[in-house]
C-alpha cells in the first residue's frame, strides 16, 4: 500500500477533474450495463461529495454511478497498471473498459486495483464506478440503527448514528500508477533512540522477481547508502545515525530515504520516503515523546467545508496547518474517520502530532449478535487499512479503534453521569479483539479510544492512554459552567485513581454562534464558549496526570439536520470559512500561538 510515485521507474496520472455522473436509485444500472459508460448524465467534480454540488443531491445516501475516459500513456506498457481509489464512500464496484477489475467495503481508507490487463493502447479507456452509500445498522460508522440512541430520541435526518454529515461519493483522488514488474512492494519503518542515536529498522518487501537491493538515507548524520541483503522477498535492516536529529513538534526534521532495487548494476525500481526519527511512550502518568513528557495541545476536527463537502481540498488542509500553527497547537485527533494522505504528510512536515481514528464512531451492542460481528470484521479491515497507509507517518503516535462506543443502557448513564455498573461485556470482547489487532500490527504506537461521559470503565482499561470526551457545562449542567467544571474534576480524579494512566480529553467545548454575546455568560454565545474552555484548561492545569486537550472542535462543521444543532455544529473555534472565534483568540494566549 505504498502512496504512488513518480519518478524515472515510476509514473502516476491524476484522474481527478469532471467525471460523468448519473444517480441509480432504482438500481438498475448493472442491469443496463451502465458500466460500459453511462448515457445522460451529468458532471461532477472528483474529488469532491456529490451531496452539495447539486441540489438534488443534497440527501441522497443511495447508489450512484462516476465514469471517464483516459489514455494509457505507450511508455506504461510492460510495466505493472493500477487504479488507486482515495476513498469510495462507502461501497465501490470498479470497472475498466466494461471488465469488473474489484471492489471495496469501507469509505475513508484508499485501495488499489490492479488494471494492466484490461488495458487498450490505441484509443481511450473508459473506468466506470459504481458508489453506494446507503446508512445501515451493519456498517462502519452506522446509520438508520433501530432504537439507536441518536436517531429515536432527536430525530435526526439523514439519520446517522453520529455527528456530522455523511457526505457520500469519490472525496478523494483517484490515481492511475504504473510499477516495474519487478518492484518495491512495501517499506516500513521504524525508530529507536540509544542516547544521542536514531536506530531506524527498515523492511523491504520486493514482488515480481529476483533484485538485488541499496537504501540510502540523507540527513543530519546519516550513514549514507547501504546495501539490502533478501531472504526471500523481504530485506531488514538497521541503520545507527548518530547523534540524530530527532522529529518532533518543535523541530520536525525529516530525513530521505530511497530504496532502489536492481538487476545487474541497473536500477530497476526506486520509492522515497521522508522519516522521522521519533519515539511515542507511556511512562506512569506522562506521555512521552523521545522520552520526554509532551502535552498535546489541540483538536478534535473533521474533513468538512462548503461545497467540497468531505472531498480533498488542498488549499484548506495548508489553510488549517497554519492556523494549528497559529493557535499553538500541537496535535489533532483524525475523529471520526481516517484523513487524506495529503493531511498526514503535512503533519509529518509540521510537526503536529496525530491520533489516527478508524471510521468506528456510534458503535452500539443492543442488535444482535450478528450485526455486532459485521461492524467487528469492518473495524478490522479498516485498522489493517489504516496501519498500511499511515505506518510510516513520524505524526502518528496512537491509533483510535473507535469514537464513544455506547454501552447498552447508554441515555441513562449519560445523563446520570455514569457511575452505575455497566452492561457492556459484548463491547469488552469486541474492543479485546481490536486492541490486541492493533497492538499484533503495530507495537511501536499506542492504542486508546475515546470514551463517552458516563461511558464503561473497563473500555478505558484497555487504553494506553485514556482518552475522554466531556461535556459536563454543555449537554449536563447546561448553563451552570461552575458545577460543570466541579464534576469533570471530581470524575478526572476518580478515572486516575481506578485506573493510573495519563489522560487526554480529546473533546470538549460548548457550541457558539459568532456574534451572540451575553454577560453574564449564557449558552451559544461566545463568551459562553470561551469560558467553559477557560474552566477546562483550569482545571486540567492541576492534574499533572492529565496529558493533553482536545477541543471540540477545530472549525464548525455540517450536521444531520436535528433539533440539537442550527445546520451546523457550532463548537468549533473557527467558523466553517475558517475565522476565528473570541475562543480562536482565547486559546491563542493560553497555548502560545505564533
Ligand atoms: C461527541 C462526539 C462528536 C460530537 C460532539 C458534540 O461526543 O464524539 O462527534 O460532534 O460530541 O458536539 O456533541
Known amino acids: 500500500m505504498l502512496y504512488p510515485q513518480q519518478n524515472d521507474l515510476r509514473n502516476t496520472l491524476d484522474l481527478s477533474g469532471f467525471w460523468d455522473f448519473r444517480l441509480d436509485a432504482g438500481e438498475v444500472g448493472e442491469q443496463e450495463e451502465w458500466f460500459n459508460g453511462l448515457k445522460a448524465s451529468r458532471i461532477i467534480a472528483v474529488p469532491g461529495s456529490w451531496n452539495e454540488q447539486f441540489q438534488d443531491t443534497r440527501d441522497y445516501l443511495g447508489v450512484a454511478w462516476y465514469a471517464r475516459q483516459f489514455y494509457a500513456p505507450k511508455g506504461w506498457q510492460g510495466q505493472s497498471t493500477w487504479v488507486r481509489i482515495g476513498s469510495a464512500n462507502y461501497v465501490a464496484k470498479v470497472w475498466v473498459n466494461g471488465i469488473q477489475v474489484g471492489e471495496h467495503l469501507g469509505g475513508y481508507l484508499p485501495f488499489d486495483l490492479e488494471v494492466t490487463r484490461h488495458l487498450v493502447w490505441d484509443r481511450p479507456n473508459t473506468i466506470v464506478m459504481r458508489v453506494e452509500n446507503k446508512l445501515q445498522p451493519t456498517r462502519v460508522p452506522p446509520g438508520n440503527v433501530p432504537r439507536g440512541p441518536f436517531g429515536a430520541f432527536m430525530g435526526r435526518y439523514p439519520n446517522t448514528n453520529f455527528d456530522f454529515f455523511p457526505y457520500a461519493g469519490l472525496q478523494r483522488p483517484v490515481i492511475l500508477y504504473s510499477v516495474p514488474p519487478v518492484r518495491i512492494q512495501d517499506v516500513t519503518v521504524v525508530t529507536e533512540i540509544e542516547g544521542g542515536d536514531g536506530i531506524v529498522r527498515v523492511a523491504v518487501a ?25 531472504v526471500g522477498d523481504v530485506a531488514d535492516l538497521a541503520i545507527r545515525v548518530p547523534k540524530a536529529r530527532f522529529w518532533s513538534p518543535e523541530d520536525p526534521y525529516l530525513y530521505n530515504l530511497e530504496i532502489v532495487l536492481t538487476q545487474q548494476g541497473q536500477a530497476i525500481d526506486r520509492y522515497a520516503l521522508e522519516i522521522g526519527i521519533r ?15 509532551i502535552f498535546l495541545k489541540g483538536f478534535g476536527k473533521h474533513e468538512d467545508f462548503p461545497v467540497h463537502g468531505g472531498g480533498l481540498d488542498v488549499p484548506l488542509i495548508v489553510k488549517d496547518y497554519a492556523l494549528l500553527k497559529w493557535i499553538g497547537a500541537n496535535s489533532y485527533r483524525t475523529s471520526h474517520y481516517p484523513y487524506s494522505d495529503e493531511a498526514m ?8 502530532l496525530i491520533i489516527d481514528e478508524i471510521p468506528a464512531v456510534g458503535l452500539s451492542f443492543e442488535d444482535g449478535e450478528e450485526n455486532i460481528r459485521l461492524r467487528l470484521e469492518q473495524c478490522k479491515q479498516d485498522i489493517r487499512e489504516l496501519i498500511a497507509r499511515d505506518k510510516n507517518h513520524p505524526s502518528v503516535i496512537m491509533w483510535s479503534v473507535a469514537n464513544e ?9 449519560f445523563l446520570g453521569g455514569g457511575a452505575e455498573a455497566p452492561s457492556s461485556s459484548a463491547g469488552t470482547t469486541f474492543f479485546a479483539k481490536l486492541f490486541q489487532l492493533v497492538r499484533a500490527l503495530d507495537p511501536t504506537r499506542l492504542v486508546t479510544l475515546a470514551g463517552v461521559m458516563g461511558g464503561p470503565v473497563e473500555w478505558l482499561a484497555m487504553c494506553d492512554v485514556v482518552c475522554v470526551n466531556r461535556y459536563w457545562g454543555w449537554y449536563t449542567q447546561s448553563g451552570q459552567l461552575d458545577a460543570g467544571a466541579a464534576f469533570l474534576e471530581r470524575e478526572l480524579d476518580g478515572l486516575h ?37 477557560r474552566r477546562y484548561l483550569d482545571v486540567a492545569q ?15 462543521f455540517k450536521t444531520p439536520q436535528s433539533t440539537s444543532r442550527s445546520w451546523l455544529n457550532r463548537k468549533g473555534v473557527f467558523t466553517r470559512e475558517r475565522q476565528p472565534k473570541m475562543a480562536a483568540y482565547f486559546l491563542r494566549e493560553r497555548w502560545g500561538g505564533k
Not at 504528510?345 to 503536529?352: H, V
Not at 454501552?407 to 448513564?413: H, I, Q, S, V
Open 405 to 413: 462506543p455506547m454501552p447498552a443502557d447508554m441515555m441513562k448513564r
Open 497 to 533: 485513581d481506578a485506573l493510573k494512566k495519563p489522560i487526554i480529553i480529546t473533546e470538549f467545548g460548548a457550541d457558539s454562534i459568532v456574534g451572540l454575546h451575553s454577560d453574564p455568560p449564557e449558552m451559544w454565545t461566545e463568551e459562553y464558549q470561551v469560558e467553559m474552555l
Open 206 to 230: 520486493r514482488s515480481g522477481g529476483e533484485a538485488e537491493g541499496r537504501l540510502c538515507l540523507a540527513g543530519e548524520h546519516a550513514p549514507g547508502t547501504c546495501a539490502l541483503k533478501f
Open 542 to 556: 492541576r492534574k499533572p496526570f492529565i496529558a493533553g486537550l482536545h477541543v471540540w472542535n477545530f472549525a464548525d
Open 279 to 293: 519515539t511515542i511512550a507511556v511512562r506512569r502518568d506522562a506521555l512521552l515523546l523521545n522520552g520526554k513528557p
Open 345 to 352: 504528510m503535512m503533519a509529518d512536515r509540521e510537526g503536529i
